[in-house]
Structures are given as structure tokens and as C-alpha cells.
DNA sequence: TTGAAAGCGCTAACAA
DNA sequence: TTGTTAGCGCTTTCAA
């Protein structure tokens, strides 16, 4: 902690120039000899000169930084996207601020708008169920904003998000062209259209198949571990099971998988089991989750670039990027058990 | 994106008052009559004001803000300290702004010294190797510094980390306690205090206990799940492979526990696995980890605490605070198989 | 090619 | 209890 830090003016002073003169050096503007260029730069290298990111913002310039606002850093699939969103702001110059919003309504949309208002020149923002939470925040942002991996809004911000229903067919398709007839879902949580859109991949996929789908296959899991060991034991509870499990999220069918093993059962031999996400973890799990892979790296980076056009006003900017999702198989499926 | 945000003057020339006041009320400080209080919160509401908070900074005052720097968000253990910070800045009132360096020297020098001008009231390092190449700018850093969970350094900055050492000599401890007499371990990142304390404790376990550490027994592991696996399929394919592996952290633990099983082996019945951490997934595999628990969270609240005493001038700041660690008994260690 | 003036929105110090 | 003055460090605008 030191108490007496270089500003622009010491160097002005120091270099015999004025602070516009160090101004337009540090910001690369033309206009500035190649003389005066130099020496300002050494004195500005030897002084140890950072710009005040504060002043800087209040004079109107920018941060060149990006605001990426989440829930949370625990989940993974998280922290794959903001690794895509680093990756891009990086390569641009730009610096990433993490905002968690910790679910706190009151805490997230004072977040929004203290960010928004010259901390960050873009805000990126990753929250997955309750976005129009923000609306107020998020209409008065000084920034442009870009949505990524959300809640569906009617919010007029451009959105990047993955195919959750058409990867779900897959995985229901995947799942029939192995013979099984009872295929069991883990819901995530009600109030992420993500969650929404994989269920109605479910069902669809089994109507398009011409089975009816049974309202007693269908168990919450809160996208959770332990939520999918719960749902997956009473859905093996039941007169009727289900010789596959298809789990909203791979933690849930993580859960799904220990509460097979939990009754004796095998995966694949006894029940099938697909996930959604393909987190890392997906591929390091006995036996290894075949699951939907969103594409949350390249999520982060696509949301990033989107951010980026928008703040420089050039390039296509789309409103909905819906990025394609990809079935893994690995392990844990297998055909349907010969009764 | 708007462009006429609500300021200080609009509210004060509204609430027919000067900008002080208005100041005064929106930083709750004495010496305002409530009846101007009142009205000047109803104009605050209905215009929806925020402060800007680079003004703010500008002005000499503070952020409300406290700053987190670490390698990446990935890995657990490190979600773990940054929840257990947010939780104690909340509670204060502070926000938390994550920022990570990507291990990238130039982009992480710029971060501190970006954060610590006006963006940050203070600055936690979470940085588990190299923390010394920020010196430079640490030492310019405008506010008050806490390193956690970090490399050892020999800056003047309170630190707060965990007991590796005697974390090390409890699972040694245990393991011989289980009759076994060759124990390999798996080591971390060699440019980390962590890995380098756990390896001491990992030695001096053995001699205390009257056996000469073998160095054949001792591989990398680079804290990685493959760098794990790698590790314990070196220690299985030696003449005389240990009965017990001690890993320093809990993904190379986990490597481990895969590659035993690849050899047709079982864990713990043919060998036992230590790890070290216990991230939640400790507690999630099969067998579930016995492992050295590191109070993540508690040196996240612990560090930020530290953090709050220093910038309110007020409380006690230890120097250095070393959290306890602790063993976990789960279901991966067993008695040593007889020869 | 360079610089002077003004002001971003806020708070500190003081005055009324 | 309230207001005035000054200025944080920077960039913008415009003039030299």
C-alpha cells in the first residue's frame, strides 16, 4: 500500500510536455512526434504509470475491461464459460471482471448497474433461470450487454445459447435405437428455460417415436448430485422401471448412477444412463457418461465476440445464436435389457 | 444502453437540495434532517439512482468493493475460497470482484494494478505458485493486500493458508497406522508451497516412524487427474509396488483410484488411496476419499476478514494464520493387504 | 504537433 | 442542518 501514485501529470511534468501529450501517447493516438513519443514512454516506464481506470471511466473513456456476471463460480459448466469469455477478451485486450450475484436479487442488480456504470464497457451476462429479475438494472446499463447460457427474456439483449431441445432428441433418440421402450427423465429446475426446452425434447422425442410419454417417468432433480440419486431411486422404486435414465444435467446423472449401483444394478447393463452438458468430469466417471455436449466454451467466446461487435460497432451482431448440441456416447449406454 | 443516466445533480436540484446533501443521504451520514432524508430517498426511488462508483472512487472515497485475484476459476478448491470470501464480504456489504490472471504474468500485473487503482478497497491473492512475480506491482498496490492460499513469498502482506505439513503427517499417520509400510506419493506442481510442504510432512511421517523414504516411491503428479493416473501406474508397474498411495491433492487421488482399478486391483482392498483438499467430489466417487480436509472456505472468510480489520484500521491482523487441517476417514483406505 | 480549458460525478473540508 | 468550494485523474474539445 503506497500513498503517492504517478499520475498523468508528473509525467507531463517530468517529460517537459502537457498531460494531453502523455494522454495521447498512452492511448496510442496519432498526432504525437516520434521524439516526444519516446521519451514520454520512458519516463512513463520508469515512473511505474498505470492509468486510474476510475478517471479514465469518468472522463468518458473507456475501461477496457468486460463485466461477465454469474450466479455463482462452483458449477463447472460455469466456469467453461467464462474461460471462453476470458479467452476472447484476452486475445482483444480486454480484462474480465467476475461479478457473482450469489442469487441475491438485491445484491445481483446492484451489481449490475455499480458495474455498468463505468467499471466495465461491455457486460456479459451467464444466469441461467430469473434473468427479468435484472430488467430494471439491465435497461438502465450504460453498457452494451449480451446474454449467454440464460433464462429466456423478453429482454432486447442479443442471446447466445445452445440447442437444449434438438440435443435432447438426440439423447431420447439415441436412447429408442437401443431398443428401450421406458425411458425415465430427471427434470433440472423449473425455472431455467434450459431445463424447460430438454424436457420438451424428451417428450417429443418419444411422441415422434409413438410412445406416449408417462408422467411417472418425469422426477425433479434440481440439477443436482443428490437430486439425481433421489429421482433415480424412485424411479427404480417403481412396478414399471425404466431400463434408461435420461438426466437433465450430468451431475444429476451422476446422482443417477450411483443410486443404480446403490440397488445392485449395472450401468449400462441394467439402466441406461445419458447426461447433458458434458462437463470434464463427464469423461473421468466409471463408466464414462455419454451425454449432450453443449458447446460452453465456445458459448463464452461467441457471447464475447457479440460483445465486442457491439461495443465497436462493427461486425454482425445476432440477435440469437443458437449454437448446435452433439451427442457423446461413451459408456453408460448400452442396449436395452432383454426381458 | 441508455445514454442520460440519473445523477447526484439531478436528485439534489429535484429534491430542491444541494449535491451534499443528497450525498449524505445516500451514505447514511449524520447531520440530515429525516423529513429531508425522506424526500430525498422518495426522489432516489423514483429516478433510480445509483452512484457512479469510478466517481466515487475518484472522489477519495471508497469502492464498496473488494478484489479477488486468482489463476482461473476451474478448479474446486479455489470456488471454494472465493465463496467462502464472498460470503464475508456480503455480510459486510462489500462486493466481490473476481479477476483472474490466466497465469499470464503481464495480464496479471496489469490486474493488480488496475484493481488496486480505484476499482478495489483491497486485494485478495489467491495464487498457489508464483506469487512473487507480482511483486512489483503489489508493492505499488493503493490498498491493503491478504495473500491466501498461496505460494510463500517474502512480502510483507498478512497471510492465511492451510497446515499442509501437519496434514501430510495425519494421513502418513494413517496409513501406517492400517500396517502399511509402503506408501508411494504422488506429488504436485514443484513451484507450489503447498505440493513442497506436503511432500516434507510426507517424508518426515515415514521416518518418524522409523522408515527411510524411498524415492522410487515418490512420482509427479501435477495436481492433475491424468497427471495422477500417470503417477500411480508407475508406482503398480515397480517390483515391489506400495500397498497405500498418498496423493497431494484429491484429482490426482482420484487418477489414482482409476488406474488401481484399470489394474484389475481394488481400492481399498489391494491398495488404499489418500488425497488431499476434500473438494465436495471427495465424497462423491466410489469408494468415497479418505482425505486431508483443507478449510477452503473458512480461509476464504478468514482471509477477508483479515482484509475488512486492515481497511477499517480496526481488529486484530495476524501475520500469519495457518488454519488446522484434518483427516477424513472415508471408504478408500483399508488395513495393508498381507503378503 | 502540441496544449489550455472544461468537466465527467462524486466527496472532503469547511463555512454558513 | 445545509450549502459552498475545490479537486480527485483523466479525456474531450478546441485553439495555437
Same mark, same amino acid.
Given at each position: 500500500?503506497?500513498?503517492?501514485?504517478?499520475?498523468?501529470?508528473d509525467? !507531463?511534468?517530468q517529460?517537459?510536455?502537457?498531460?494531453?501529450?502523455?494522454?495521447?501517447?498512452?492511448?496510442?493516438?496519432?498526432?504525437?512526434?516520434?521524439?516526444?513519443?519516446?521519451r514520454?514512454l520512458?519516463?512513463?516506464?520508469e515512473?511505474?504509470?498505470?492509468?486510474?481506470?476510475?478517471?479514465?471511466?469518468?472522463?468518458?473513456?473507456r475501461?477496457?475491461?468486460?463485466g461477465?456476471?454469474?450466479?455463482?463460480?462452483?458449477?463447472?459448466?460455469i466456469s467453461?464459460?467464462?474461460?471462453?469469455?476470458?479467452?476472447? !477478451?484476452?486475445? !482483444?485486450?480486454?480484462?474480465?471482471?467476475i461479478?457473482?450475484?450469489?442469487?441475491?436479487t438485491?445484491?445481483?442488480?446492484?451489481?449490475?448497474?455499480?458495474l455498468?456504470?463505468?467499471?466495465v464497457?461491455?457486460?456479459?451476462?451467464?444466469?441461467?433461470?430469473?434473468?427479468?429479475?435484472?430488467a430494471?438494472?439491465?435497461k438502465?446499463?450504460?453498457?452494451?450487454v449480451?446474454?449467454?447460457?440464460?433464462?429466456?427474456?423478453?429482454?432486447?439483449?442479443?442471446?447466445?445459447?445452445?440447442?437444449?431441445?434438438?440435443?435432447?432428441?438426440?439423447?431420447?433418440a439415441?436412447?429408442l435405437?437401443?431398443g428401450?421402450?421406458?425411458?425415465?427423465?430427471?427434470?433440472?429446475?423449473?425455472?431455467?428455460?434450459?431445463s424447460?426446452?430438454?424436457?420438451?425434447?424428451?417428450?417429443?422425442?418419444?411422441?415422434?417415436?409413438? /410412445?406416449?410419454?408417462?408422467?411417472?417417468?418425469?422426477?425433479p432433480?434440481?440439477?443436482?448430485?443428490?437430486?439425481?440419486?433421489?429421482?433415480?431411486r424412485?424411479l /427404480?422404486?417403481?412396478?414399471?422401471?425404466?431400463?434408461?435414465?435420461?438426466?437433465?444435467?450430468? /451431475?444429476?446423472?451422476?446422482?443417477?448412477?450411483?443410486?443404480?449401483?446403490?440397488?445392485? /444394478?449395472?450401468?449400462?447393463?441394467?439402466?441406461?444412463?445419458?447426461?447433458f452438458?458434458?462437463?470434464?468430469?463427464?469423461?473421468?466417471?466409471?463408466?464414462?457418461?455419454t451425454?449432450?455436449?453443449?458447446?460452453?466454451?465456445?458459448?463464452?467466446?461467441a457471447?464475447?465476440?457479440?460483445?465486442l461487435?457491439?461495443?465497436h460497432?462493427?461486425?454482425?451482431?445476432?440477435?440469437?445464436?443458437?449454437?448446435?448440441?452433439e451427442?457423446?456416447?461413451r459408456?453408460?449406454?448400452?442396449? !436395452?435389457p432383454?426381458?
Amino acid at each position: 500500500m503506497r500513498s503517492n501514485p504517478v499520475t498523468l501529470a508528473d509525467i !507531463a511534468s517530468q517529460a517537459g510536455v502537457s498531460k494531453m501529450t502523455v494522454s495521447k501517447v498512452v492511448n496510442k493516438q496519432p498526432g504525437i512526434s516520434e521524439a516526444t513519443r519516446q521519451r514520454v514512454l520512458r519516463i512513463i516506464e520508469e515512473l511505474g504509470y498505470t492509468a486510474h481506470p476510475s478517471a479514465r471511466a469518468l472522463a468518458g473513456g473507456r475501461t477496457n475491461t468486460l463485466g461477465i456476471v454469474v450466479p455463482s463460480i462452483g458449477p463447472q459448466y460455469i466456469s467453461e464459460v467464462v474461460r471462453g469469455a476470458d479467452l476472447v !477478451a484476452y486475445e !482483444a485486450g480486454l480484462d474480465l471482471l467476475i461479478s457473482t450475484t450469489q442469487e441475491d436479487t438485491s445484491h445481483e442488480r446492484q451489481n449490475v448497474g455499480r458495474l455498468s456504470r463505468g467499471l466495465v464497457d461491455g457486460l456479459l451476462m451467464v444466469l441461467p433461470r430469473s434473468l427479468d429479475r435484472y430488467a430494471d438494472a439491465l435497461k438502465q446499463a450504460e453498457v452494451p450487454v449480451v446474454v449467454v447460457a440464460s433464462a429466456n427474456t423478453t429482454m432486447p439483449f442479443p442471446l447466445v445459447d445452445a440447442d437444449h431441445y434438438h440435443g435432447a432428441r438426440l439423447a431420447v433418440a439415441h436412447l429408442l435405437g437401443l431398443g428401450h421402450r421406458r425411458v425415465g427423465f430427471i427434470a433440472g429446475r423449473r425455472d431455467t428455460t434450459a431445463s424447460l426446452e430438454r424436457l420438451r425434447g424428451y417428450r417429443e422425442g418419444l411422441l415422434t417415436a409413438g /410412445l406416449t410419454p408417462d408422467p411417472v417417468l418425469i422426477r425433479p432433480g434440481e440439477y443436482t448430485q443428490p437430486g439425481g440419486f433421489a429421482a433415480a431411486r424412485s424411479l /427404480l422404486d417403481l412396478p414399471d422401471p425404466p431400463t434408461a435414465i435420461f438426466a437433465a444435467n450430468d /451431475l444429476s446423472a451422476f446422482g443417477a448412477m450411483e443410486a443404480i449401483k446403490d440397488r445392485g /444394478l449395472r450401468v449400462p447393463d441394467d439402466v441406461s444412463v445419458v447426461g447433458f452438458d458434458d462437463i470434464p468430469q463427464a469423461n473421468q466417471v466409471h463408466p464414462a457418461l455419454t451425454t449432450v455436449r453443449q458447446p460452453l466454451v465456445e458459448m463464452g467466446t461467441a457471447g464475447t465476440r457479440q460483445l465486442l461487435n457491439l461495443l465497436h460497432g462493427v461486425g454482425p451482431v445476432t440477435n440469437r445464436l443458437v449454437l448446435p448440441t452433439e451427442l457423446i456416447v461413451r459408456a453408460s449406454t448400452g442396449p !436395452a435389457p432383454r426381458t
